[in-house]
C-alpha cells in the first residue's frame, strides 16, 4: 500500500468505482465500520460526539489513523435526516440540501420533533434517534397532493418544527439566523476535516440523497403504523401523494449534482413492512422512476435495502444492469449475489451482530467465508449491514475484521 | 358469522370484520365468540407472516383491527371469559426510543393471550427489576432496534440476575438487530427479529 | 515608543482613557485617519472595501502599518439599520446581525436605507443611507403602543426588501443566509482583530444608541415629516420619544454583556432645532439614555453632528466626566472653554483641511490646534468627519500625523 495521500485516494476510488462497475478491483474494498465506537475508542461521550463538531472531527481522525485498511471513512456524530425542511425550502436551492441535516447544534436551534439526541432527550452516551409521528391527518392528503411544498411549509413543518412553529414570527426568523449561523460554523469546521481526510489518503465527494416517496410519506408525514391504514384506506390518495412527491424528492436530489454528486443514497425503510402485491403498487413504481430518473442525470443510486428484501428482489432486475449499488441488511447476500450478479453491485455481508458479540478468531474464519464466496466476479463492497456500531463493541473485534480484510481480501 | 368474522380478519378486510364483530357482540355468548374469532384470526396471520405470505403491514394492520374489535368487546366480557397463559413484562431498553417493534409484537401477545405489562421505551435497567418484583412475570421481554440495544439488554440482563431475579424467569429478546450471536452473548434464553417468530416463541416459553 | 504590542496596546489604551477620564496623558491620544482613503491607498475600489473581507482587512492593516494612531480604524463601512435591530431586540444574537448593513450583508437582506458602491452606487462611492417615510403619521399610535412590535410587523417588511413577506419561505431563507453571511464574516473578523492586537492596537468596541426623535427621524418619518410633525402632532411626537427609550436602551446595554464599555451615539436632528425645540422632543429623552447607560457603568461619545452651539449648555446638565462630545462644526475651543473639566472633547481637524491644504500648512495647523486644546487635557484628537475621502492627498495626512508626533507630546 502507497502512502502518498493522493495516490492512496486515488487507489481506493478505484477500488469503489470498479465495484460499481461490476468489476474486480485489487482489492475488495471495504466502507469500514464506524458509529458510535468512535467516540468511545476516542474517550468522548455520545454527547461530545454529535454536539462538538471538533472533537468528533478528532475522534474520526484517531480511529482512522488506528483503523486504516477500508476505503471510505467512518461518519463524524450521526445527524438526522429531516427532509420536509428541505422539501419546504426546495425554491432555495443554496439552503434546501443542507437543511435535511440535523445534527445537534442545529437541534437545539431548529427543535425538530423526530429528532432525539443524546445528552438531551437522550443519556448522554446514547444514539441520535428518529422517531417518527403523525404530523399530517389523512384528510389532508388532497393538500399535499395539490401543492406538496406550500403544504410542507406552512403546515406540516410548523408542527413539526418547535422553533419554525409560528411563521413570519420572529423567533421564527431568529431561529433561521441562528441555524444559518450554526451552519457556517459547521461549514468551516468540514473544511478543516476534509482537508485532514484528504491527507490520510480518503477521496472527497459530495453524495445526494433521494427517498422514496412512499417512505417520505410513512416517516415524515404520517408515521408507518398509520400509513399502513392508509394503504387500505384511501389507496387513492397514497398513489396520488407517492406521485406528486416524485418531483420535488427527484429535484431536491439531483440538487447535489451542482456540488459534484455522482451517486445519490436512498435508505429504503417500508420496503420490509409491505407484501410485494403492496410493494409492487404503491412503492416500487416511484421509487424505481426516481432512480432512472437520476441515473439519465448521470447519477447513479446505492440503495440500501432495510430489513429482508427478500420477497421484493427480482424487482432490482427491472432497472438496467449497472445502475448502482443495493446494500443488504438482512436479505441473503450470497443468494443477492446469484441473483443479481453481472447487474447490481452488492454492498453489505458483514453482521454487526457478529462484530460486537463473536470473538476475533470465529470473525477471521466469519469473514474469511464470506469474502471467499461473495469476491469472485467483482461487484461487491464489503460493508457492515447496519452503519452503527455501539459504544462497547469489543476493539479486538474491529481490529480483526480489518486484518480479516488485508488477509483475505485480494484478488 | 364467527368463520365469515374470520375470513374477513384474515383476509384485511377492515370494514367488514367490524361490521360482522358488532353483530356478533351483540348475540348471546357473542363477545366470547368474537373474542376466540380475533384470537384465531391473529393467530392465523401470524402464520402467514412466517410463511412469507403476509408481510409487517398485515401485522401491522391485524393489530388495528384487533385493537379496533377489543374497543367494544372488552366491556361486554365478564370476568374469567378472558384466559391468560402467562404474564410478560415488556419494554425498550435503556438508551433506546423506538416503539413500533415492542407494539406490534405486544398486540400479537395480547391476542395470543398474554398478559402484557408494557413498561413502555428506554427504560432503566432498574426498572425492568422493579417490574419483576411488582408483578412476576413468567416471560420478560426487551426490545431494541439500534445497534446501541445490544450492550443496553446485556447490561439489564445482569442487573436482573444480580438482582437475584434471573433463575425464576425467561428473558426474550426481539428488535431488527438481534441474532443468535447476540441472544449469546446478552445471555438470554430466546430472540426474534419479527413479531410473529417472538409471539411463538413467548408461547414455548411459557411452555 | 515601545515595540511589543501588548505594551503598545496598553499604552494607547491609556492614553485614550486618560483623556475620557479628563487627564493629560503623556501624548494627545489621536483616533487618526480613516475612510474611503484607506481603500483607494491599497490600491483597491470603494466596491472591494466595501464587499471583500479579505482585502478591506489587509488595506486596513497595511494603512494602519504606515499611520499608526491610538484607535484602529474599522474596515468596510457600514449603514446603520437600527430598525431592524430593535425589532429584533429580544433576540439580542439576532439584533447585532441586523444592526449595521455592510455591502455583503445588504446583498442578503436587501435593506432600502443602505446605498452600495459597486451596486447603486459607482463603485468608488461611499455607501450611504437614504431614509424616506416609511411610517404614516396616522401610525404614531402603534408606534407608541408596542416599539419592537410595530418595527418588526410594519417596518421590516417595508424597509427590507427580502422580508417583505415575514412568514415567506423567502423571509426565514433570507435569515438563514443572513446567519451564513454573518458567520462568514465573522472568521474574517476573528483573523482581522488577531493582527491587530498584533500591531498593538486596542481593541475595544462601541455599542450604539440613538436618540430616539433621531430614531424616528431617520428610519420612520424622515427628517422634513418629522419637523411637520413636531408642529401638527407634538404630544405624539413626545408620546413615541418616550415610548422609544427603553428598548433603545436595552439594545445599547446587550452591547454591554459582550464587554463593550462605551456607547456611540450619532446625532443628527440636533443642529436642525431651536433650543425650544431641543429642549422639549430631543434632549430630554437623550440626556435620560445618557445617564441610564452611566448608571449601568457605560460612558457615552457622542458625535454632534453640524453645529451644536446653541444647545452646549444643556451638556452641563450631565454629571462630570460622563463621557466624550465629538464635536463636528461647533467651535471646540468655545466647547473647551464651557466643558473643561466636565467633558472630554474630540475632535479638531477639519476633514476639508486635510484634503484641500498642503504639508507645510498642515503642520502650523496641528501645531496651533493642539497648544490651544491640549491644555488641562480631556482632548481627544480626531477629525471632525470620520470618511477622508478617496482622492485625499497621502502627503497631507503623512503631514497630520507627523505633526501629531511633533506637537502632541505634553
Request: charged residues 25%.
Amino acid at each position: 500500500m502507497t502512502t502518498n495521500p493522493q495516490k492512496l485516494a486515488a487507489e481506493r476510488a478505484a477500488r469503489i468505482k470498479a465495484a460499481y462497475d461490476l468489476q474486480e478491483p485489487d482489492r475488495v474494498p471495504f466502507t469500514g465500520m464506524g458509529g458510535d465506537v468512535v467516540a468511545s475508542f476516542a474517550g468522548i461521550t455520545g454527547y461530545q460526539f454529535n454536539f462538538d463538531y471538533e472533537l468528533a472531527n478528532q475522534a474520526v481522525i484517531k480511529y482512522l489513523q488506528e483503523f486504516s485498511t477500508a476505503d471510505q471513512p467512518v461518519g463524524a456524530g450521526s445527524a438526522i435526516v429531516n427532509n420536509v425542511t428541505s422539501l419546504a425550502f426546495l425554491d432555495f436551492p443554496d439552503l434546501a440540501a443542507g437543511l435535511a441535516i440535523i445534527d445537534g447544534p442545529i437541534n437545539d436551534i431548529l427543535g425538530v420533533e423526530i429528532a432525539r439526541f443524546p445528552g438531551r432527550e437522550l443519556p448522554e452516551n446514547s444514539s441520535s434517534q428518529f422517531i417518527g409521528n403523525a404530523y399530517m391527518k389523512p384528510e389532508e392528503y388532497d393538500q399535499l397532493i395539490a401543492d406538496p411544498l406550500k403544504f410542507l411549509y406552512e403546515t406540516v413543518m410548523t408542527r413539526s418544527t418547535r422553533s419554525l412553529a409560528n411563521l413570519g414570527s420572529p423567533a421564527s426568523l431568529a431561529a433561521m439566523a441562528r441555524y444559518g449561523m450554526e451552519r457556517a460554523k459547521k461549514g468551516i469546521a468540514s473544511q478543516k476535516f476534509g482537508q485532514e481526510l484528504q491527507q490520510l489518503g480518503y477521496p472527497g465527494g459530495a453524495r445526494g440523497m433521494f427517498i422514496a416517496p412512499l417512505d417520505f410519506i410513512g416517516d415524515q408525514l404520517r408515521d408507518i403504523p398509520n400509513l399502513i391504514k392508509d394503504l387500505r384506506r384511501y389507496p387513492d390518495k397514497t398513489k396520488a401523494a407517492a406521485k406528486a412527491m416524485l418531483e420535488p424528492l427527484l429535484r431536491l436530489a439531483l440538487g447535489a449534482k451542482n456540488a459534484g454528486a455522482d451517486l445519490a443514497f436512498i435508505p429504503l425503510h417500508l420496503n420490509e413492512y409491505l407484501s410485494p402485491k403492496l410493494y409492487n403498487e404503491f412503492y416500487w413504481p416511484t421509487l424505481k422512476e426516481g432512480i432512472l430518473r437520476m441515473l439519465q442525470e448521470g447519477m447513479k443510486s446505492q440503495v440500501f435495502f432495510e430489513g429482508r428484501h427478500d420477497p421484493h428482489m427480482e424487482t432490482i432486475l427491472e432497472l438496467p444492469a449497472g445502475w448502482g449499488a443495493g446494500y443488504f441488511e438482512k436479505t441473503d447476500v450470497r443468494k443477492a449475489k446469484k441473483l443479481l450478479q453481472g447487474h447490481t453491485c452488492i454492498i453489505g455481508g458483514l453482521d454487526v451482530g457478529m462484530v460486537i458479540a463473536s470473538t476475533p478468531a470465529k470473525l477471521d474464519e466469519y469473514i474469511k467465508e464470506l469474502l471467499g464466496e461473495m469476491m469472485p466476479g467483482g461487484g461487491f463492497i464489503l460493508a457492515p449491514n447496519v452503519g452503527n456500531l455501539p459504544r462497547e463493541t469489543p476493539i479486538e473485534n474491529i481490529r480483526a475484521v480489518y486484518e480479516a480484510v488485508e488477509k483475505y481480501g485480494k484478488y | 358469522m364467527r368463520k365469515e368474522l374470520l375470513k374477513s380478519f384474515v383476509d384485511m378486510d377492515e370494514r367488514e370484520a367490524v361490521r360482522i364483530a358488532k353483530e356478533l357482540v351483540e348475540t348471546d355468548g357473542g363477545p366470547v365468540a368474537v373474542l376466540e374469532t380475533c384470537k384465531e384470526a391473529m393467530e392465523e396471520v401470524g402464520r402467514l407472516f412466517e410463511a412469507g405470505e403476509y408481510f409487517l403491514s398485515e401485522l401491522i394492520a391485524a393489530g388495528d383491527i384487533f385493537n379496533q374489535i377489543m374497543a367494544f368487546t372488552l366491556p361486554k366480557l365478564q370476568q374469567g371469559d378472558v384466559s391468560s397463559i402467562g404474564t410478560m413484562v415488556l419494554g425498550t431498553v435503556q438508551g433506546d426510543v423506538h416503539n413500533i417493534g415492542k407494539d406490534i409484537f405486544k398486540v400479537m401477545a395480547e391476542a395470543s393471550g398474554v398478559h402484557v405489562i408494557d413498561i413502555g421505551i428506554d427504560v432503566p435497567h432498574e426498572k425492568f427489576v422493579e417490574a419483576i418484583k411488582e408483578h412476576q412475570p413468567d416471560v420478560v421481554g426487551m426490545c431494541c432496534l439500534i445497534t446501541l440495544g445490544v450492550d443496553s439488554m446485556k447490561q439489564t440482563v445482569e442487573v436482573i440476575k444480580e438482582a437475584g431475579l434471573r433463575d425464576g424467569i425467561k428473558i426474550i429478546i426481539g428488535g431488527g438487530r438481534v441474532s443468535e450471536a447476540v441472544m449469546e452473548h446478552v445471555g438470554a434464553d430466546a430472540w426474534a427479529d419479527d413479531a410473529a417468530r417472538g409471539v411463538r416463541l413467548t408461547k414455548e416459553l411459557l411452555g | 515608543m515601545t515595540t511589543d504590542p501588548q505594551k503598545l496596546a496598553a499604552e494607547r489604551a491609556a492614553r485614550y482613557n486618560a483623556a475620557v477620564e479628563l487627564k493629560e496623558p503623556d501624548r494627545v491620544p489621536f483616533t487618526g485617519l480613516g475612510g474611503d482613503v484607506v481603500g483607494s491607498y491599497a490600491g483597491i475600489t470603494s466596491y472591494e472595501y466595501c464587499f471583500d473581507f479579505e482585502k478591506s482587512h489587509q488595506a486596513t492593516l497595511k494603512y494602519l502599518k504606515d499611520f499608526p494612531s491610538d484607535q484602529p480604524l474599522i474596515p468596510m463601512t457600514s449603514v446603520a439599520n437600527t430598525v431592524s435591530s430593535l425589532a429584533f431586540v429580544d433576540f439580542p444574537n439576532v439584533a447585532s446581525l441586523v444592526s449595521n448593513i455592510d455591502g455583503p450583508t445588504n446583498d442578503v437582506l436587501g435593506v432600502r436605507y443602505g446605498r452600495f458602491p459597486g451596486r447603486e452606487l459607482g463603485e468608488n462611492s461611499s455607501p450611504q443611507f437614504i431614509g424616506t417615510d416609511y411610517m404614516q403619521p396616522e401610525e404614531y399610535d402603534e408606534l407608541i403602543a408596542d416599539p419592537v412590535k410595530f418595527c418588526y410587523e410594519k417596518m421590516i417588511p417595508r424597509t427590507t426588501r427580502n422580508l417583505e413577506d415575514l412568514g415567506s419561505p423567502a423571509a426565514l431563507a433570507t435569515m438563514a443566509r443572513l446567519g451564513l453571511e454573518k458567520a462568514r464574516q465573522g472568521a474574517a473578523m476573528q483573523k482581522f482583530m488577531r493582527e491587530l492586537m498584533e500591531l498593538g492596537f486596542p481593541l475595544s468596541g462601541m455599542s450604539m444608541f440613538l436618540a430616539p426623535i433621531d430614531f424616528i427621524g431617520d428610519f420612520l418619518r424622515d427628517i422634513p415629516n418629522l419637523i411637520k410633525d413636531l408642529r401638527r402632532r407634538p404630544d405624539k411626537v413626545k408620546a413615541a420619544t418616550e415610548a422609544l427609550l427603553e428598548p433603545l436602551l436595552k439594545l445599547v446595554l446587550q452591547g454591554k454583556k459582550t464587554g463593550v464599555e462605551m456607547s456611540f451615539i450619532p446625532l443628527h436632528f440636533n443642529e436642525y432645532l431651536s433650543p425650544k425645540l431641543y429642549q422639549e422632543f430631543y434632549w430630554p429623552t437623550l440626556k435620560q439614555g445618557i445617564l441610564s447607560m452611566l448608571e449601568e457603568g457605560m460612558k457615552s461619545r457622542v458625535f454632534f453632528e453640524g453645529r451644536h452651539d446653541p444647545h452646549l449648555e444643556t451638556i452641563l446638565d450631565l454629571p462630570a466626566g460622563w463621557g466624550i462630545g465629538f464635536f463636528e462644526k461647533t467651535d471646540i475651543r468655545r466647547a473647551k472653554k464651557m466643558l473643561e473639566g466636565h467633558t472630554c472633547i474630540m475632535g479638531g481637524i477639519d476633514t476639508g483641511m486635510v484634503i484641500g491644504s498642503n504639508p507645510a500648512k498642515l503642520d502650523e495647523y496641528i501645531k496651533e490646534l493642539l497648544g490651544e486644546m491640549m491644555p488641562g487635557g480631556g482632548f481627544i484628537l480626531s477629525p471632525n468627519v470620520s470618511n477622508m475621502p478617496r482622492e485625499t492627498p497621502i502627503e497631507n495626512i503623512r503631514a497630520v500625523y507627523e505633526a501629531v508626533e511633533k506637537y502632541g507630546k505634553y
